[in-house]
């Protein structure tokens, strides 16, 4: 009577966990658990404030058919939260040895002593999860009881010998030849299998350009206040005061947004820039001759709210070509 008491009381924890599992929405569930102390705009990671990147998480989480991601963005626009985001998520909810490669040992390192690591321990849904054995946590390695991390250098050595559910891969353009190709590898065409790779854009020909371009590419776009039409970022379609001695208040006033169908005008203020991002979607570039089971998505730095059109006269750069009239 007692082992069946057991028995059953093991089945009603199983049964608890399971269906806890498949309820748990993923945004909410790592907006509520993890903690970030190095993220610049939350503690507690919210992916709904970087909402270029709501889809490709969706697509890597929920979409059966898709088994491959690529994420071309640029800089400081949150590469380095989605992956902490995501592998907490995994680690408690949907387990499966996990690959997380970067470019060189430093970055490695970096990455998990002072930016994973510490969103483990924060995170209270992990306490049980963690392993009790000091050896099964090392400096770049975590031997969970139900699963494997491991952070390693994209380098022949450290890509071969693993067999991974999921592959990260991180600044793929800066990737030594070959490298992708050994990465993409380890998951030895598990049916369940999920890779996602993130960078900034690279040049033709190169292994992490042409990965990109084997997938349905999607380019973010923002819907125009006046016509309603839907365009993708673009920096030529920045306006502003080009004077040779420049007024830095007059300028800062001059720098606008325009419409390149009907040349409406938006003024440059985080107001604008969050409601253009938090309203902007995904929009397929048509090339139908792609793999669909890769999704490849882009978006401009223009489409992080953070980042002003004001920035580029202080980098002395300037756009080739202005649209709009009277600038």
Same mark, same amino acid.
């Given at each position: 009577?007692?082992?069946?008491?057991?028995?059953?009381?093991?089945?009603?924890?199983?049964?608890?966990?399971?269906?806890?599992?498949?309820?748990?929405?993923?945004?909410? /569930?790592?907006?509520?658990?993890?903690i970030d102390q190095?993220?610049?705009r939350?503690?507690?990671?919210d992916?709904?404030?970087?909402?270029?990147?709501?889809?490709?998480?969706?697509?890597?989480?929920?979409?059966?058919?898709?088994?491959h991601?690529?994420?071309?963005?640029?800089?400081?626009?949150?590469?380095?939260?989605l992956f902490?985001?995501?592998?907490?998520?995994?680690?408690?909810?949907?387990?499966?040895?996990?690959?997380?490669?970067?470019?060189?040992?430093?970055?490695t390192?970096?990455?998990?002593e002072?930016?994973l690591?510490?969103?483990?321990?924060?995170?209270?849904?992990? &306490?049980?999860?963690?392993?009790?054995?000091r050896?099964?946590?090392? &400096?770049?390695?975590?031997?969970f009881?139900?699963?494997?991390?491991?952070?390693?250098?994209?380098?022949k050595?450290?890509?071969?010998?693993?067999?991974?559910?999921y592959?990260?891969?991180?600044?793929?353009?800066? /990737?030594e030849k070959?490298?992708?190709?050994?990465f993409?590898?380890?998951?030895h065409?598990?049916?369940?299998? &999920?890779?996602?790779?993130?960078?900034?854009?690279?040049?033709?020909g190169?292994?992490?350009?042409?990965?990109?371009?084997?997938?349905?590419?999607?380019?973010?776009?923002?819907?125009?206040?006046?016509?309603?039409e /839907?365009?993708?970022y673009?920096?030529?379609?920045?306006?502003?005061?080009?004077?040779e001695?420049?007024?830095?208040?007059?300028? &800062?006033?001059?720098?606008?947004?325009?419409c390149?169908?009907?040349l409406?005008?938006i003024?440059?203020?985080?107001?604008?820039?969050?409601?253009?991002a938090?309203?902007?979607?995904y929009v397929?570039?048509?090339?139908t001759s792609?793999?669909?089971?890769?999704?490849?998505?882009?978006f401009?730095?223009?489409?992080?709210?953070?980042?002003s059109?004001?920035?580029w006269?202080?980098n002395?750069?300037?756009?080739?070509?202005?649209?709009?009239?009277?600038?």
């Amino acid at each position: 009577m007692r082992d069946v008491e057991k028995a059953v009381g093991f089945l009603n924890l199983f049964a608890d966990n399971v269906s806890a599992g498949m309820d748990v929405e993923p945004i909410a /569930w790592i907006r509520e658990n993890v903690i970030d102390q190095q993220s610049a705009r939350s503690t507690h990671i919210d992916f709904t404030l970087s909402p270029f990147l709501l889809e490709p998480i969706d697509k890597f989480l929920n979409d059966g058919t898709v088994r491959h991601i690529n994420l071309m963005a640029p800089t400081g626009s949150g590469k380095s939260t989605l992956f902490v985001g995501l592998l907490n998520y995994l680690i408690a909810n949907d387990a499966g040895n996990t690959l997380v490669a970067f470019q060189n040992e430093q970055e490695t390192s970096d990455f998990a002593e002072t930016r994973l690591f510490p969103t483990f321990r924060d995170n209270k849904a992990l &306490k049980n999860l963690l392993p009790k054995k000091r050896h099964a946590a090392r &400096k770049t390695e975590i031997l969970f009881p139900h699963m494997n991390l491991w952070m390693v250098s994209a380098t022949k050595g450290q890509l071969q010998s693993k067999s991974c559910r999921y592959l990260i891969g991180d600044e793929m353009w800066a /990737w030594e030849k070959g490298m992708v190709r050994e990465f993409l590898a380890r998951h030895h065409d598990r049916f369940n299998r &999920k890779i996602l790779m993130v960078s900034q854009g690279g040049d033709k020909g190169t292994d992490w350009v042409d990965e990109y371009e084997k997938g349905r590419i999607h380019h973010y776009h923002w819907q125009c206040p006046g016509c309603q039409e /839907w365009n993708a970022y673009d920096w030529r379609d920045v306006i502003y005061s080009k004077e040779e001695n420049i007024d830095w208040e007059r300028f &800062k006033e001059s720098v606008k947004m325009v419409c390149p169908r009907c040349l409406y005008e938006i003024e440059d203020t985080v107001h604008n820039r969050r409601h253009l991002a938090g309203g902007g979607k995904y929009v397929f570039s048509g090339n139908t001759s792609a793999l669909p089971e890769i999704v490849s998505y882009n978006f401009n730095a223009l489409a992080c709210y953070w980042v002003s059109g004001r920035i580029w006269p202080w980098n002395g750069y300037w756009p080739i070509k202005r649209r709009g009239t009277g600038m």
